[in-house]
């Protein structure tokens, strides 16, 4: 779905064949594509190649944020993506992705930045702004839910960037 994807519809379907795991994350893979951010990556990340290789470093960008939120921790988790070529496409290597990071300086992370932007505003214009945004960090946990071992640098880490993100947006409510 990643690559040129050309998809109108999406069906779903319990019948058993072509079961997948990953359903929702190809939709995300799908919706970052439809929205520009794939190619608003591409165009951000061009000054990083320096040879003419198969892989276009913001779609190894786009790549690696779908497989984090898929649960990866590490690049090479990007193996669970391609190993489903039907929903990802052509997935690049482990050393094509760690060359594309290693590759980001300064100046791509603000390009990076405003890609993401641009599909964010892309995407509220499109009807999915949330209308309020409430954040709880004294929540209870759920019974049901079980605890994760999660590195205290990574939580504080995704606070900080959720915190921004939707300050940035002006959609933040204190919790009453």
């Known amino acids: 779905m990643m690559g040129n994807a050309?998809?109108?519809?999406?069906?779903?379907?319990?019948?058993a064949t072509g079961l997948t795991s990953r359903a929702g994350t190809s939709l995300l893979a799908l919706t970052a594509q439809r929205l520009g951010l794939i190619d608003a990556l591409s165009e951000a990340l061009c000054d990083t190649r320096k040879r003419r290789s198969a892989h276009d470093p913001g779609r190894v960008f786009g790549d690696l944020a779908v497989m984090a939120a898929d649960g990866g921790r590490c690049v090479s988790d990007l193996s669970a993506l391609?190993?489903?070529?039907?929903?990802?496409?052509?997935?690049?290597?482990?050393?094509t992705a760690r060359r594309v990071l290693h590759a980001i300086g300064e100046l791509e992370l603000d390009r990076i930045r405003g890609a993401r932007a641009l599909a964010r505003q892309r995407a509220w214009a499109a009807?999915?702004?949330?209308e309020r945004v409430i954040l709880d960090f004294d929540a209870p946990r759920s019974p049901s839910t079980p605890r994760r071992r999660t590195p205290p640098a990574i939580t504080r880490a995704a606070m900080a960037f959720i915190l921004c993100w939707f300050a940035a947006a002006g959609r933040c409510s204190p919790a009453s």
């Open 6 to 15: 050309t998809h109108r519809t999406v069906d779903v379907a319990a019948d």
């Open 82 to 95: 391609a190993g489903q070529p039907a929903l990802f496409g052509n997935v690049c290597s482990v050393p």
């Open 127 to 130: 009807g999915a702004a949330p």
